[in-house]
């Protein structure tokens, strides 16, 4: 699946990552991993997305938090 997402790219997304181009800090590479909420229907669940620690990505969503919270 493709969707447009900023910056004249599109967000790519995979099993693994998912890279997208946010406005105020540039590409994020983010890895993601459903998890299932009990006593839900199968479709039902929460996505939860994480940079690699030490990357480019993981401090670009540090600045994200100190400078716009």
């Excluded at 990552?17 to 105020?24: G, K, S």
Aim: aromatic share 4%; charged share 20%.
């Amino acid at each position: 699946m493709r969707t447009s997402h900023g910056c004249g790219r599109n967000t790519r997304w995979s099993r693994s990552a998912t890279v997208l181009c946010h406005p105020l800090v540039g590409e994020l590479t983010l890895h993601g991993e459903g998890i299932a909420l009990p006593d839900a229907p199968s479709c039902c669940g929460i996505d939860l997305f994480a940079a690699e620690p030490g990357s480019a990505s993981e401090q670009a969503l540090w600045r994200l938090r100190t400078e716009h919270c």
